[in-house]
């Protein structure tokens, strides 16, 4: 959102010019062309003007310069129009309301410098959160009942009560209450003398404030190749509703507001934001594609739609290997997605009762980040691979390694934020040594590859890190209940960032005693 110079002079100036030129504003080479021009006027692309705006009476402009003068603070005074004041009197208003000392009970600084702060309201960033989830869970095995399967049936229901007052969610005037509900039913069966075992599930959720019902389904086949290794496949389809701040939330962060896009929260979202009224009904009815205007200054209608559950449709292979010396576990899996939940971020102009590529040249319009499903679908696939190595009864290691890829090619001026947020590379080597009945040694190495991190609050890449932990301990044979510690986390002293925002991340080093009682 704009302000200051180019929402108070310029805008005043803008709609002085427009209503003077006012046989002109239903001309399409005027407004519909508006937007483009004055961003190749501040891109340098174009002189001065435009040849668009060629032959216009410069009387338009002497007006409108006029009547934006006269709305702006002058130290002298001469201007009286501004908010019903002048530069001396505005000035004298905002001495004098000033906190100039903590003696001043009467603020909320003076209030809260003397310890009379009431903590139940709202300042500043603050988010309130006295939200109470109740979940009532209740399961039966048949397995005693019936001889040709294991089946077991259940069932929950849960009741939601959103209490932010307003801070983050857009429950202003009530908590918003809504509940869920879900039946399930598994039956695993041995087969071929037990090496082959089926399970199959089936499962039904329903939550109120969503329109449609989800159906989970799952089948899996696990097959006994000898007594210590086996493999496995499976095939599900999955569903995953919007989560709470998904649905309900109402949060500027800064640069855009965070806004859930369930149809009631669009209906009862409001808010004021660099001194215009924003709707959610005002964002669903006008948001403006973001890249479109950024890139070349066209105004584009975004369409925007009620969020819904997002579809996963998955298939797993296994396999499993265990002995007394070493183990070893391989996956590979391939997911398909639908209706995948982002954020799409999108530009609305302010209601100034002027068309859009107007308010947008001036500056009037606001950032929103809409919870919103990708109409594209996308694929991810990869691996993973686990082992641990026994070599005696003092030694041993294991490495845990996983591949993960994304197949997604964004559409052109999209601004859908699909947060996927997984190393392509990711790597843990763990080593352990018992060196004396008392005296235990281990070193753990963790590794990830470089990848773009993204959030509704922040983006950032997160570099390639290796990061190492140690710890040695060892207990005093006559003080047998008591155990020492000594290590330390990052031991390198590599500072690293695991979540934008969040800090960066040191070393640590300690030591230590657990006593057993």
Request: proline share 2%; glycine share 10%; charged share 20%.
């Amino acid at each position: 959102m704009s302000g200051g110079i180019e929402g108070g002079w310029a805008l005043g100036y803008m709609g002085a010019y427009l209503n003077e030129l006012g046989s002109s504003i239903g001309q399409p080479g005027l407004t519909g062309g508006l937007g483009s021009v004055i961003f190749d006027i501040q891109n340098g692309s174009t002189s001065a003007g435009g040849g668009l705006f060629a032959g216009i009476n410069s009387d338009a402009h002497n007006l409108a310069r006029a009547f934006a003068d006269s709305q702006m603070l002058n130290p002298d005074g001469s201007n009286a129009n501004a908010l019903g004041t002048t530069f001396s009197q505005a000035l004298a208003n905002a001495t004098n309301g000033a906190i100039l000392s903590y003696q001043d009970v009467d603020s909320p600084f003076g209030d809260a410098a003397n310890g009379n702060l009431d903590w139940w309201e709202p300042l500043g960033a603050r988010i309130i959160d006295v939200s109470t989830v109740s979940t009532f869970e209740a399961n039966y095995d048949f397995e005693d009942k019936i001889d040709f399967a294991n089946l077991i049936v259940g069932g929950l229901v849960r009741s939601f009560n959103l209490d932010t007052e307003g801070t983050l969610y857009t429950d202003y005037d009530e908590a918003i209450e809504f509940n869920e509900f879900g039946v399930y039913a598994q039956m695993q069966k041995d087969l071929m003398d037990d090496n082959l075992s089926l399970t199959a599930s089936m499962r039904y959720d329903k939550q109120d404030v969503m329109e449609d019902a989800n159906i989970t389904p799952r089948l899996g086949l696990l097959y006994k190749l000898s007594d210590n290794s086996n493999i496995r496949v499976s095939a599900q389809v999955g569903y995953r509703n919007p989560t709470n701040q998904d649905k309900f939330i109402g949060l500027y962060n800064g640069e855009e507001v965070l806004l859930g896009s369930t149809k009631e929260n669009i209906d009862r979202f409001s808010t004021n934001l660099g001194g215009f009224d924003w709707t959610g009904n005002q964002v669903f009815d006008t948001a403006l594609n973001k890249s479109s205007w950024d890139n070349g200054g066209n105004v584009v209608s975004e369409s925007l739609d009620y969020v819904e559950a997002e579809k996963v449709t998955s298939y797993d292979i296994g396999y499993r290997y265990n002995s007394k010396d070493f183990t070893l576990d391989m996956n590979a899996y391939y997911s398909q997605y639908e209706n995948f939940i982002g954020t799409n971020s999108v530009y609305v102009p302010a209601a100034i009762g002027q068309p859009a590529e107007v308010a947008m040249a001036l500056g009037a319009f606001a950032q929103f980040g809409v919870d919103a499903n990708l109409d594209v679908p996308f694929d991810t696939y990869g691996f993973s691979v686990e082992a641990i190595k026994r070599f005696n009864s003092m030694y041993s290691m294991n490495l845990i390694y996983e591949y993960n890829q994304l197949d997604y090619t964004a559409e052109a001026n999209s601004d859908f934020e699909l947060s996927w947020n997984t190393p392509e590379h990711r790597l843990k080597l763990g080593f352990t040594a018992n060196l004396a009945e008392n005296t235990s040694f281990s070193a753990n190495a963790r590794y990830n590859s470089e990848y773009y991190y993204e959030s509704s609050f922040i983006d950032a890449t997160i570099r390639e890190n290796t990061v190492l932990d140690a710890k040695f301990m060892f207990a005093i044979p006559e003080m047998d209940n008591i155990q020492f510690e000594l290590g330390g986390n990052n031991i390198a002293g590599r500072s690293y960032v695991s979540i934008p925002g969040s800090g960066q991340i040191g070393s640590l080093y300690y030591c230590g005693a657990k006593i057993a009682f």
